[in-house]
């Protein structure tokens, strides 16, 4: 699977982005899709997974409220709907697929697109 991330860009505090991740290859429904970020000087840090029937799992203490994960199987590709933004969410967003449902750890996660970049001015 081959994952090509986009939708990033500069954004001013309150606002909102949409991220798309599109996968490459036919084997797209076998995969858990997550989001996952990574701020200058932190560790990546889990946003959310969904699983080929819509299951999702949020990472409580972050974004849940605000961000949104979506998946359209006819499209392979899967979307990160980033409300209320904050300057703390600038950082590089990543999709990364995986076989483990539920899991918010990083190695549990097989492919990874390059990552899109969103700031958040204040």
């Known amino acids: 699977v081959q994952l090509q991330a986009s939708g990033g860009g500069l954004v001013q505090a309150g606002g909102s982005l949409r991220l798309s991740c599109a996968a490459s290859?036919?084997?797209?429904?076998?995969?858990?899709m997550g989001w996952f970020r990574q701020a200058p000087g932190k560790e990546r840090e889990f946003l959310a997974a969904?699983?080929?029937?819509?299951?999702?799992?949020h990472s409580v203490d972050s974004v849940e409220g605000r961000f949104t994960i979506s998946r359209d199987n006819a499209k392979n590709t899967v979307y990160l709907q980033m409300n209320s933004l904050k300057p703390e969410d600038t950082a590089v967003y990543y999709c990364a697929a995986g076989v483990v449902v539920g899991s918010g750890s990083q190695y549990d996660y097989n492919y990874w697109g390059q990552g899109t970049l969103v700031t958040v001015s204040s």
């Open positions: 290859g036919r084997t797209f429904l076998s995969y858990v």
């Open positions: 969904i699983t080929w029937s819509g299951g999702v799992t």
